[in-house]
C-alpha cells in the first residue's frame, strides 16, 4: 500500500513539474491578436504579412509574400542622370535581407490603399487563377525609429497576382519616395 501511495506521489509531483512556469500562455485562437499573420486570400491580407515581415525582420515571410516572378522597378536618384533600377524576386530577397540586418527596427505603415484595379491577366499558367490586381499605396517607412533618418513617405503601385487560394505581389514600382 505505502510502495502505490509513494508511485502515486511521485507520478503526481512528475505531472505538475512538467509545468514550466516561465513559458507564455497558449493564445485564443478566437482572438483577433492571435492572427498576426494571414492566409493571403486578399491583397490586404498580403499586405499585412508584408508588414509584420518588416516589422518582426523576417525574411522567410517576406519570401512567401512574393511572387516567383516578381519584378521590382524604381529610379535611383543618387545618381545624375538618374537610372532606372530593375530586378527580380532574388535580388530582393538578398537587398532586403541586407536592410533586415543592417537596420535595428523597421516600420511600415500603410496610409492609404487604392479601389483595386483589375489589369489584364498574365500569360496563362496552370496555377493562375482570377486577375492580376492593381493598387497605389502611400506608406510611411521609418528606420531605426526615425532618429538617424526620417521617415520616408511614398507611393508605391502593387500588382498581386492570384494562386490557387493565395495572392503574391508579382509587381513593385515605386512612384514616389
Not at 523576417?58 to 521590382?72: C, G, I, N, R
Not at 491577366?121 to 493598387?135: K, R
Request: glycine share 4%.
Amino acid at each position: 500500500m505505502i510502495q502505490l501511495l509513494v508511485s502515486i506521489f511521485f507520478l503526481l509531483i512528475f505531472t505538475v513539474s512538467c509545468k514550466n512556469p516561465f513559458a507564455p500562455a497558449l493564445a485564443d485562437e478566437n482572438a483577433s491578436h492571435s492572427h498576426l499573420l494571414t492566409q493571403q486570400k486578399t491583397p490586404e491580407e498580403v499586405l499585412t504579412n508584408f508588414r509584420y515581415a518588416y516589422t518582426f525582420k523576417d525574411s522567410l515571410v517576406y519570401s512567401e509574400v512574393l511572387d516567383s516572378t516578381f519584378l521590382f522597378k524604381s529610379i535611383d536618384y543618387n545618381i545624375y542622370p538618374p537610372r532606372p533600377i530593375e530586378w527580380g524576386r532574388d535580388t530582393d530577397l538578398r537587398t532586403t535581407g541586407g536592410m533586415f540586418r543592417y537596420f535595428r527596427t523597421l516600420d511600415v505603415v500603410w496610409n492609404t490603399l487604392s479601389q483595386a484595379d483589375t489589369v489584364s491577366p498574365p500569360v496563362s499558367s496552370p496555377d493562375f487563377t482570377g486577375y492580376v490586381i492593381e493598387h497605389h499605396i502611400t506608406y510611411t517607412l521609418t528606420l531605426d525609429g526615425g532618429r538617424a533618418i526620417p521617415p520616408l513617405n511614398g507611393e508605391v503601385l502593387f500588382q498581386f497576382i492570384q494562386r490557387g487560394p493565395r495572392y503574391y505581389i508579382s509587381f513593385w514600382e515605386d512612384l514616389k519616395i
